[in-house]
């Protein structure tokens, strides 16, 4: 075995580490600055680039999608004998939705043709009518002229004394209620005449007629709405409340149809976010649904009125009660094209509205 050196003694072993690292941090004193300014630095760089981020651009997490909804409803009463859609179900403008009982309103039509016919056969009957043709009156006349010729004679024998007065008067009589029968005659075949004209509202028709033709389009107008037919293309929402035999009351809303190609979003920023916001202005939409799924947008308009002014009980801020609360003003955002998801109203999504002069591409 190799003897040990008598120069190295165990207590300088011991003492040897100790006094290295003394000596090493005796000479970089630099780092432990370096360590304590580098924490505060980084998180006023991270804060200055966090608020840097945030400038020329507001967002809001209370946003909506949107659809423009027909309440779908018959113009007529009756029972439902035939439902044509199902709930979800994509319709086509004009398409047939449901059916009412159109039995009673071709009844309805019967019986307004009845009218029109018997209108038609009464302008027919008054064309013919001896109060028009004037046949009364001159067998008037003729009785006129023969009352006078008879008054003539009773005078002249009145005058030589072998009339009496009564004869005279009855004579005279008869001449009046002859040229009152005239009258009369005269005054029938100016109302006949009446009933046959034409008023000014309807020219070239008899009244009689042109309210029998009134009557049986409004009787075939009320068949047509029997069948219910969409007012435009969409979706079918709600459907489960067509059931067959249910009655339908007329204007009451019984199905909603989501119109197609109405996406929009509404998105509620509070009023402080509305200084530099215009429309126009481009917008990032992205959707709690669908995390992957971001769409561009612009700026279509911005609410006339807070949401507090058009909720059903507005707030009474003079009451002295008054608490300051920042208000929410809606604004409407237009996407850009067809999203390659299907966009369901009332989804929730986050809006970026770009205000400053670096746009989104």
Known sequence: MAEADPARTPDADAATPLA???????????????????????LV???WAYWHSLQGKVSTDNAYVKKDMVSVSAEVGGAITEVLVKDGAEVAEGQLLFRIDPEPYRLAVTEADAAMAGAQANIIALRNDADLTGTDITAARSDVGFAEARFERVRALRDKGFATKADFEAAEQAVIQARERVRQAEDRQREARARLA?????????????????RRANAQL??????????VAGRIAQADRLQLGQQVVPNLPVLTLVRSGSTFVEANFKETDLADMAVGQRAEVRFDAYPDLVLKGRVASIGAGTGAE?????AQNATGNWVKVTQRVPVRIALDGDS?????????????VFTGTKQPN
């Open 222 to 231: 009320a068949l047509r709405r029997t069948e219910v037919r969409a007012p």
């Open 340 to 352: 390659p998801r299907h966009l369901i109203a009332g989804l929730s999504t986050e809006v970026t």
């Open 45 to 47: 760089l991270g804060a």
């Open 20 to 42: 290295r690292p003394d000596k090493a941090n005796a000479g970089r004193p630099w780092a432990r600055w370096a360590l304590m300014l580098a924490v505060p630095v980084t």
């Open 310 to 314: 058009f909720s059903v009980l507005p």
């Open 198 to 214: 034409n008023g000014p509202a309807v020219p070239g028709v008899n009244p009689q007629v042109a309210a029998a033709e009134a």
